[in-house]
């Protein structure tokens, strides 16, 4: 009985170790790409991409929700599809916003770009 369990334990701990070792890896991958110089949108999304990887192996190992019943992964599915319905709406409306006061948030007018055919005509005192 003593031998099984002491097997388990150290099967246990050489995943704790693998996952340890991918986990540095991220970091290193985080770091690395912090120094690139990605766009707005391209860098978001790569950093929600290392961070969802990092997390779910926190998550699934660390937290044990790798041996989880189905149940608690189709929350965390519903939670994910809500997080990006709700990241979504608020990109798809910012534009709407821009040089308006809302409340109490307002997107300064040096931010917003006016195509040619939409500037007011500017007047030259002389």
């Known amino acids: 009985?003593?031998?099984t369990h002491h097997e388990d334990v150290?099967?246990?701990i050489g995943t704790y170790i693998?996952?340890?070792v991918a986990l540095a890896v991220g970091t290193l991958v985080t770091v690395l790409a912090s120094n690139l110089h990605f766009g707005i949108i391209l860098g978001i999304a790569v950093a929600i991409l290392i961070a969802t990887v990092k997390g779910?192996?926190?998550a699934g190992f660390f937290m044990h929700l790798v041996a989880e019943r189905k149940a608690i992964y189709w929350i965390l599915i519903l939670?994910?599809?809500f997080v990006v319905a709700m990241v979504g709406l608020i990109m798809f409306s910012h534009a709407d916003q821009q040089g308006r006061q809302q409340g109490i948030f307002a997107v300064p007018a040096a931010h917003v770009q006016v195509r040619k055919e939409e500037a007011p005509p500017?007047?030259?005192s002389e």
């Open 79 to 81: 939670t994910g599809t």
């Open 18 to 20: 693998k996952v340890f």
């Open 56 to 58: 779910s192996l926190v």
């Open 122 to 124: 500017t007047s030259h």
């Open 1 to 3: 009985m003593s031998d």
């Open 10 to 12: 150290q099967s246990h």
